[in-house]
């Protein structure tokens, strides 16, 4: 039997709360004092684990699906920002592989060395037997790496999934080295709440709230990410807007093109202020001399130097 434990809103703790509404019977609420929304009660810790390892994705097809086909420019875009600011290369830990596409985005050049740690059984299997990874299955704070290990720390659209995000944040700060980087794509809210909330929501899918609850559990704001990574000791130096998966028909796929270029060149006009983006890519850097703790937070130091 399925039990259910109350969650916290991860950047205020025990703080009151507003229902926002029911998402695959699950309640989303809205914290009062930050307003990040996150589903309010669900399965436990471990039962969420499970689910991942077992369940969410049931075969390789699917993996190539959502997390190549779909995926691929998304990828391609993120990895290219990667390398330019990591010119040299280095160790590469992505958290949360999926079909392991992203990382063969880095194999065969010259001073990178990636790998990636994966919760599906069946999506490691992808990555190994499609790219030639090296993928182990299961969660990061499993793989007891040792302190100041990676130069670059991914993980993309995956953040929101995680159900325990200030330990893992703290073991990602824990395993980079002084001045490494931490790289992590999440959904855009705006987009979320526009597309998945509302009006439009109801006359297209005829329910109230489409978030996936259940799969997600987080609905950063870039403030909420920033304010919980600069915690933990992170600074943040740069963003760039990112684009939804890819698929659908041909005219489904135009307008969601048009949409992409509009909202990133507003992102890029207003330095991330105004963004109705599907999702964000967003950098991070372990100072060289680390002062943790910091409450200090100011999204506006993100400035967009996005890749021509
Ligand atoms: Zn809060």
Not at 31 to 37: A, E, G, K, N, S
């Given at each position: 039997m399925t039990e259910c434990m109350k969650t916290e809103c991860p950047v205020c703790g025990p703080s009151s709360r507003t229902f926002v509404g029911e998402c695959h019977a699950l309640p989303v609420v809205r914290?009062?004092?930050?307003?990040?929304?996150f589903v309010g009660e669900c399965s436990t810790v471990d039962e969420t684990e499970e689910f991942f390892r077992t369940e969410h994705v049931d075969a390789p097809e699917t993996t190539q699906l959502h997390y190549v086909s779909y995926r691929r420019d998304s990828l391609q875009r993120e990895a290219a920002i990667v390398r330019?600011?990591?010119?040299?290369?280095?160790?590469?830990?992505?958290?949360?592989?999926?079909?392991?596409?992203?990382l063969k985005e880095f194999q065969g050049i010259e001073g990178w060395d990636?790998?990636?740690?994966?919760?599906s059984a069946v999506s490691?299997?992808?990555?190994?037997?499609?790219f030639g990874l090296n993928v182990r299955q299961g969660y990061l704070t499993e793989q007891n790496h040792g302190a100041e290990t990676f130069d670059v720390v991914t993980s993309l659209?995956?953040?929101?999934?995680?159900r325990t995000p200030n330990d893992d944040l703290a073991e990602i700060f824990r395993i980079l080295k002084p001045g490494a980087l931490f790289a992590v794509e999440i959904p855009g809210q705006s987009y979320r709440l526009l597309t998945g909330s509302g009006l439009f929501c109801r006359l297209f899918f005829g329910v109230p709230l489409r978030l996936n609850a259940g799969v997600n559990f987080y609905f950063y704001t870039t403030s909420a990410l920033v304010a919980m990574a600069c915690r933990v000791g992170f600074e943040a130096i740069e963003s760039h807007p990112e684009a939804m998966p890819s698929h659908g028909s041909l005219p489904a796929r135009l307008?969601?093109?048009?949409?992409?270029?509009a909202t990133s060149l507003l992102y890029r006009m207003t330095s991330g202020r105004i963004h109705y983006a599907p999702k964000e890519f967003l950098i991070f850097r372990k100072p060289i001399s680390a002062v943790t703790g910091s409450t200090t937070v100011d999204a506006s130091r993100l400035q967009d130097r996005r890749v021509a």
């Open positions: 914290c009062d004092v930050c307003h990040l929304m330019r600011l990591v010119p040299d290369g280095g160790r590469l830990l992505d958290v949360g592989t999926a079909s392991g596409y992203f990636v790998e990636g740690v994966e919760p490691t299997d992808f990555a190994r037997d499609h659209d995956a953040f929101n999934c995680h307008i969601k093109g048009a949409y992409f270029h």
